[in-house]
């Protein structure tokens, strides 16, 4: 049993839709502190980081959780 297909498809949805506002959020500060040429401050790169490395995470779960089809062939 896969404990990544076991998370409701409402659930997923939210997690889904929450990493894609977090990462709009801290994409929009990034160009904002490029936009005017400032240094990035040590939260904006770790938080660039971590962002990333959950992305591992959820793309695992959303790949574990394709249904295959059987187109019949």
Known sequence: ????TMIPDAVRKGIYVGYFVVGVLIGAVQVGYTAVN?????WL??????YAY??????LTA???VQSTDSGD
Do not use: E, F
């Open 63 to 65: 790949a574990s959780n």
């Open 38 to 42: 400032a240094l990035q401050p040590d």
């Open 1 to 4: 049993m896969n404990p990544l």
């Open 45 to 50: 790169t770790i938080s660039l980081q971590v």
């Open 54 to 59: 959950v992305g591992i995470a959820l793309g």
